[in-house]
């Protein structure tokens, strides 16, 4: 019974968002943005020096519009129609805190057809 208070307990504790240590952004985090009738929350999750880790998604009044997956120095993006589907895909890279388009980004329509792509030089 102990065993599991402490469990408990400890789940609890970890689960805090918006957490700094060291003044540096760790662990989960939520930022939320704009009025009533047009809310902004960003959701992800920093490793232990502050660089974003993991996937990131973006809501525009609840609906995901953008989603970020990190592999340091590189994210792949995605961005969402209105609808839900894609609308663009595509690698980032990073040289500190600056993000730029590499690679092929890929284009399509609300019905996720292929409809452009660019490639961009690193």
Not at 34 to 63: A, L, P, S
Not at 76 to 102: C, E, F, M, P, R
Request: charged share 30%.
């Amino acid at each position: 019974m102990k065993t599991s208070i402490l469990f408990f307990v400890v789940f609890l504790v970890s689960c805090k968002i918006n957490q700094k240590k060291n003044g540096v952004e760790v662990g989960r985090w939520k930022y939320v943005s704009g009025t009533k009738t047009e809310r902004n929350i960003i959701k992800g999750k920093y490793d232990k020096y502050g660089q974003e880790k993991g996937v990131w998604k973006y809501y525009n009044n609840d609906t995901l519009f953008r989603s970020e997956k990190y592999f340091y120095p590189y994210a792949v993006d995605v961005l969402y129609h209105k609808n839900g589907k894609i609308s663009q895909i595509g690698k980032s890279y990073t040289t500190k805190k600056t993000w730029a388009k590499i690679g092929t980004w890929y284009t399509f329509n609300e019905e996720e057809k292929l409809i452009d792509s660019i490639t961009f030089e690193n």
